[in-house]
T-cell receptor, first 109, second 114 residues
Framework: KNEVEQSPQNLTAQEGEFITINCSYS?????LHWLQQHPGGGIVSLFM???GKKKHGRLIATINIQEKHSSLHITASHPRDSAVYIC???????????FGKGTRLSVIA | ETGVTQSPTHLIKTRGQQVTLRCSSQ?????VSWYQQALGQGPQFIFQ???????GRGNFPPRFSGLQFPNYSSELNVNALELDDSALYLC?????????????FGEGSWLTVV
């Protein structure tokens, strides 16, 4: 069993829909990253969270440390949001990230 | 623009050959990690370097080796290539020893072994 689990694996949405991607982890962490990967392969860091909530534009990320759960929300989704969204856990300061398998999002116009 | 550059972007090698992939990080980012991402999977940790020394390694055989240089560049070397080594190889850099710092990824190197 992977230490970081994401759901759903695949998600198709109509433009404008509100989207939620979930991430749960089984170990104690110091921070959690949400990453976006486009078909070309490059990964962009969206958020790094250790508590609470962060917002950037139409993206919102929340984390509940006690429940070992984080969510990424996209409001007013757009086809350009289509990508793979990956959560990755940082267990302690200088350890490598532990990645989920990603959620493939397709937003249809 | 993440400030992390990888080369080459795509390459094809024959089974048994050796390959060197390169990564150039932002100045001051003296922690660099390398990941292998097979199609449809999340990235898997290969190893990490801090100030030119390996300080963490994932479940990869010794034919995967690396180097980090004082100018914040690094290399991933893979010897005796196998078909299963075909994947996207990502490097990522960050400031060291500070839990929860932003991590910067390169665009990756797509390796195909035939």
């Amino acid at each position: 069993k992977n230490e970081v689990e994401q759901s759903p694996q695949n998600l198709t949405a109509q433009e404008g829909e509100f989207i939620t991607i979930n991430c749960s982890y089984s170990v104690g962490i110091s921070a959690l990253h949400w990453l976006q990967q486009h078909p070309g392969g490059g990964i962009v860091s969206l958020f790094m969270l250790s508590s609470g909530k962060k917002k950037h534009g139409r993206l919102i990320a929340t984390i509940n440390i006690q429940e070992k759960h984080s969510s990424l929300h996209i409001t007013a989704s757009h086809p350009r949001d289509s990508a793979v969204y990956i959560c990755a856990a940082l267990i302690s300061g200088n350890t490598p990230l532990v990645f989920g398998k990603g959620t493939r999002l397709s937003v249809i116009a | 623009e993440t400030g992390v550059t990888q080369s080459p972007t795509h390459l094809i090698k024959t089974r048994g050959q050796q390959v060197t992939l390169r990564c150039s990080s932002q100045s001051g980012h003296n922690t660099v990690s390398w990941y292998q991402q097979a199609l449809g999977q999340g990235p898997q940790f290969i190893f990490q370097y801090y100030r030119e020394e390996e300080n963490g390694r994932g479940n990869f055989p010794p034919r995967f080796s690396g180097l980090q240089f004082p100018n914040y560049s690094s290399e991933l070397n893979v010897n005796a290539l196998e078909l299963d080594d075909s994947a996207l190889y990502l490097c990522a850099s960050s400031f060291p020893g500070q839990g929860g710092n932003t991590i910067y990824f390169g665009e990756g190197s797509w390796l195909t072994v035939v």
